[in-house]
C-alpha cells in the first residue's frame, strides 16, 4: 500500500537516555496489547490471548499461530514489582472474545469491548462493569452513538480503544477489516447519551491504531505509519482540544519506534513511566530522563479515606464533593471505595478547593484544599473522620405554617363541575402535614444535591412512555441516561421499579435496589421507543406496583415520562382516586407541548399531589433529584 504523508511532524530524540525492559511476569509465549493503566502506576489491565481458561476456545490464528479467544487479565504493582497476572471472571470475559480493556482512575469500573451475541440490541459493542465490593458486577453496554456507528457502518474491525479519565470522552481504531487501515474516531458523553462516532482530524491516508489517553484527558498516543517516520507504525503524540481539532503531531522517537510495527503506548499520569507493545510483548521504559515533550500535561492525584471517628473503619460509599471555592461550583464528584478510600485525578494547576465528605447517619464535614499554598510532588491526600450521628429529637419538629389556599386553575375538557370531590387527595401542598407523613422539602441543598442523608426512603415508579414519538435523544434517551448517572448516589434502601407502556404495557423492573444498579442500568439500556401509547393501563400498572410494595412514611412516587400524545383528561379521575392513598404522582413533560397539553400535564400532576416539570437537558437532574428528595425523614 502506498502511503500519501501527512503533514510533517517533530521527531523527538532521546540521546540513549531511555532503557526499554520486558515485564517478562507479564508475557506469555501468546501475544498480549491494548494496555491500560491506573493515573497511580498500581494496576496494569491487558488483553491476552493464552487462553488458560475454562471457557476458552483455540480457534483463531495469529500470525500462523492458532491462538486462543481474548480475555481481559490485570496485574497488580506491590513493592514496586508486578505480579503475575490474573484473569477477570467469567462474565465480563466469556467465549466470544474480550479485548481493548480501560480501567478507571479509581480502579473501580473497566470499560471492554466483545462482539458477544445480541450486542445490538444491548449497547455493545462496547460495555463497563463496575466493581461491588471485591466482585465485579454485569456488564452493561455503553449503548448510544456509539453502538449506532457500529450498527450502520461496516466498521465491524477494531484496534485499539480508550477513555479520558473522566469518562465522558472515548475514542476508538477501526476500520472495515483487522488487516487493512483503520481510522481514528470520537464520542463525547452528553446528557443524552454518547454522540456518534466521528472521525479524528490525526486520521491520514495510513493506518491509525492502539490509541490511548493520557491523565489529563486531552493528550493522545496512538500508531500510525501515516506520518513519516521510522518505517512500519510509530508512535505519535497530540493534544485534542474541546472542539475536537488536533494541535501538533509528534513522533516519540526512538527507542520506542523502530522499522517495525510498535504501538500501545501508555504511561502514568506523573509522566515518569511508560508501557507499550511490541511484537506482541509488553515493555517497560523510565522517562526520568527523557525529553520533556514526549509527557502529557502533568496532573496530581487527590486522594484520601473517610473513617468512622468511633471505630476506625473506612465509610464505604461516603460521597466526596470537591467545589471550586471561588465560583462554589461542584468540579468533581467521587464515591469512596468499600474501604472508605477514594481518589481520582486533578490537573496540577493553582486552585482552591473545597471538600466535602458526606454520608447516610454522619453530620458533614468539609475541609480547603489550597494548591497555590501547598508544596507537593504529585498528591494531594485529605482525609475526613466523620462522627456518627446519635442522637435522637426529642419532640417532632411543627408542621409547616397553612398558607392562604391558590385559586383552582380551569383545564381545558375537565370543567370544575365535573371533578369529584371525593377524588381529592386529603393531603394538599397548602395544609398543614400530619406528623405521620414525612415533610416535603421544595428546595434542593445546592450545597450537598447528591447526598439523601434525611430523606425518607424512596419507591421510585418510573411509568415511561415508550411511544415511537419519545425516541428523540432531548426525550426517554436523556431521561435514561441521566437516572443511570444518578443512581450511584442512591443509597440501599431506595428502590426502583419502571413499567413501560407503548404498544402494549410491560413491567421492565420491580422494586430494585439502587445497590443493584448494574441490573437496573441493563433494563434502562433495552428499553427502546417505538409503537403506540396506552398510557391509562400503564398508570393502573404503576399504581399496583405502588401498593404492593408500599412503603410507610416513605417517598411512594410515580413519575410519569411522556410527551404528552395522548388523552390526558382520562387518566384524572384515575390519579386523583390513587393519589389519595399517599401515592404520588408526578409528571414529567418532554418535548415542545402545546400550551394545551402541557396544561393538561400539570392538571395531571396536580390530581396526583405531585410535580410537573418540562424537561430539558438543562434542568433534568435537578427534577429528578427533587422527586427523590421530595419528603425528609424521621429517624
Known sequence: ???????????????????LTPLTVLNSNYRETNLSITPDGKYLYFMSVRGQQSWSNQYMTYKGQRVYDGDIWYSQKIGGKWKNPSCLPYGINTNSGEDEPNISPDGKTVTFQSWKSFWELDGGPYYSARMNGNSWGKPFGL??????????????????????????????ACGVDYDRRMD??????????????????????????SVFIAADGKTIYFASDGYKGFGGLDIFKAEITADGTVGEIINIGAPFNTPDDDYGFILTQDGKEAYFVRDGDIYFADLTQADERIKPTVTVTLSGIIKDENTGKGIPQADILILDTKTGKTAYRIKSRNSGKYSLTIPNENKQFTIIALSAGYPSEQKELDTEQTDFEHSYQVNFSLTPDLEEPSILPPPLPLEPPKPIKKYPNTPIARINLKAVPKIVVNAPIPISLPIYDIGIADETPYSFEGYATNHLILLLDASGSMARPDKLPLLKNTLLELIQYMRPIDHISVIVYSGQVS????????????????????????????????????????????????????????????????????????????VFLSVFGFGKPTKQIREELEGLAIRGNGNYANISPDNIEKSLLKELKAFKSFK
Open 184 to 209: 481514528l474516531y470520537i464520542s463525547r458523553k452528553k446528557a443524552s447519551g454518547w454522540t456518534y462516532l466521528q472521525k479524528l482530524p490525526v486520521s491520514t491516508s495510513g493506518d491509525e491504531r
Open 143 to 172: 449503548g448510544g452513538g456509539i453502538t449506532d456507528f457500529f450498527i450502520n457502518t461496516e466498521n465491524r474491525a477494531t484496534d485499539g480503544m480508550t477513555m479520558s479519565p473522566d469518562g465522558k470522552t472515548f475514542v476508538v
Open 507 to 582: 413491567v421492565a423492573a420491580e422494586c430494585v435496589s439502587s445497590k443493584d444498579a448494574d441490573e437496573i442500568i441493563q433494563i434502562m439500556n433495552r428499553i427502546h421507543a417505538g409503537g403506540g401509547t396506552h398510557a391509562k393501563k400503564g398508570l393502573k400498572k404503576a399504581f399496583d406496583i405502588a401498593k404492593k410494595h408500599y412503603i410507610e412514611g416513605g417517598n411512594n412516587r410515580i413519575i410519569m415520562a411522556t410527551d404528552g400524545a395522548f388523552e390526558v383528561s382520562k387518566l384524572n379521575g384515575l390519579a386523583g382516586k390513587l393519589a389519595n392513598r399517599q
Open 1 to 19: 500500500m502506498t502511503v500519501a504523508y501527512a503533514q510533517k511532524v517533530t521527531i523527538l530524540d532521546h540521546k540513549d537516555k531511555i532503557r
